[in-house]
Structures are given as C-alpha cells and as structure tokens.
C-alpha cells in the first residue's frame, strides 16, 4: 500500500512539473520553442490537453486506493482471544489451536488465579522434568457447574469439562470482552456472545471471570455420564442489587457477555 501511495505521489509531482513546463511553450512562437509530444512536434495546447488528461487519471487511481483503504479504527493487522467452551472459531476467525479449560483448585488459595486453554497436544521437556508429585504450584481441569443455575439452556452441562480454543481474527488489532450485555460498542465486530462465569463466592479459591460461549461445548460427548473430579468450577454469575445499580440490573439474575474485535 505504501509502494502505490509512492506513486501515486511521484506521478502527481511529474506530472504537474510537465503541465507546467508546457504552458511555458504558450509564452514562445513556433519559431523560438517546440513542445513535444511522443517525439513529435506539437502545440503548447495539444500538450497540456494530454497532461490533463494524465493528471485526472491519476486523481481517480488516488481516489479509488483511498476508498479501498480501512476506514480509522477498523484494524488492519491481526489479534488473538479465547473462545471459553468452544472447540472451534466463529465466522472467519481462523484456528490457532484447542484444548482443555484449567486453573487452580476450588478449594486452594493458591495456584493459578486465571482460567489457562491448556492445549490438547501438550510437549514436555522430557530430559528434565519427572513425574514425582512435588505438591507445588497445581492446576485442574474446569468443570461447569451449571446445575440449577438459572440458565436453562445449560443444565445438561453440570459437572462436565470445559474445551476452548484459541482464534486468529484477521483485519483486527484488538478485542474486547464486554460484561453485562450482548451487544458491541458501535463500530465493533461480533465475535461471540456468552455468559459470565466464575468462581463461587464462598470457595476460598479467587478466579477471573470470563465469558463462556452462550452454545458450549464439552470436552467429551455431553450424552456421557461425567465424572465429577471438581477442580477448576465454573459458575453463571449472578448480579446483586446495592452498590450494583438496579436498575439497570436485576436482582439475582444471569448476566451475559460478548467478546467484539475491530
């Protein structure tokens, strides 16, 4: 794009030094001065008619490259985001990788205090770790806990494992998470909508509340029986009127999310 802009430049200044240097050729006679056009002789005014001509041409190439360019603010590069309890990417946000929902344990202070989207192809540094258990630094898999938890659509997910994925968004150099709503700002491109998830409040393990796709997924088939190992817990959030303004929100009930990019 800059290389066309170089141009674009160049061939207006060329051009306007020729316009300029023709109609010079209107203050001399044929006898004094000719101006040349392809090789040949020609008049001051034949001249300059081909080099208006040049120069409009120039301006609607400079037009069309300006109407073709991002308008400001609709990015041009790429980012990254987490899509929580999906095992794929919406509309054209391309794949990085998937894997497995994990943080620290629900009834641990310590640990991780972040959900993680461990991948499902992991490495290992084979020639220096082991596999004695050293009880350090420990991190679980994520659970939902959805069971009687005022979303409907989500009861069949309670105590099942939690997948997400990690996805490229072409012509975006940012995303946001946006709380309380399923709406993006103006001039902000959907990427998901979902509900706000976390940690219970009663459980001495703090996490950060993200937003879990409205549709989730399971890491295994939902039809399954799960196996309840806990873990990492995963909660609809619910608002509580006080110090929260209500309105806008409603006591006691599920608040929603979207995640936008531009």
């Known amino acids: 794009m800059k290389n066309i802009f170089l141009v674009l430049s160049m061939s207006a200044a060329a ?35 081909n080099f208006k001509t040049l120069l409009d041409k120039v301006n609607t190439l400079q037009a069309q490259v300006n109407a073709a360019s991002p308008a400001q603010g609709s990015g041009t590069g790429y980012t990254t985001y987490v899509r929580w309890g999906r095992k794929s990417c919406p509309g054209d946000a391309a794949l990085v990788y998937k894997g497995y929902v994990a943080g620290g344990h629900h009834t641990q202070p310590g640990g991780s205090s972040k959900n993680l989207c461990l991948t499902d192809t992991p490495t290992f540094d084979n020639e220096n770790v082991n596999d004695a ?33 990690v996805c490229l968004k072409s012509q975006a150099s940012v995303t946001l998470m946006v709380p309380g709503t399923l709406q993006c700002p103006e001039n902000w491109n959907l990427e998901y909508q979902g509900y706000l998830m976390g940690e219970h409040h009663t459980h001495p393990h703090n996490n950060d509340v993200i937003c879990v796709d409205k549709n989730p997924e399971t890491i295994k088939d939902a039809s399954t029986s799960p196996v309840d190992s806990n873990g990492n817990l995963w909660y609809p959030v619910e608002a509580e009127c006080g110090s929260l303004p209500c309105p806008p929100y409603v006591q006691n009930r599920e608040l929603s999310c979207v995640v936008c990019s531009r």
């Open 15 to 49: 051009v306007s030094f020729a316009t300029q240097a023709a109609e010079n050729c209107n203050g001399f006679s044929d006898a004094d001065m000719n101006c040349f056009e392809n090789g040949t002789t020609a008049n001051a005014d034949t001249v300059n008619a």
């Open 133 to 165: 258990n050293h009880d350090r630094a420990l991190i679980y898999g994520t659970e939902y806990q959805t069971g009687g938890g005022g979303i409907a659509s989500l009861e069949s997910l309670e105590q099942h494992d939690a997948p997400c994925a």
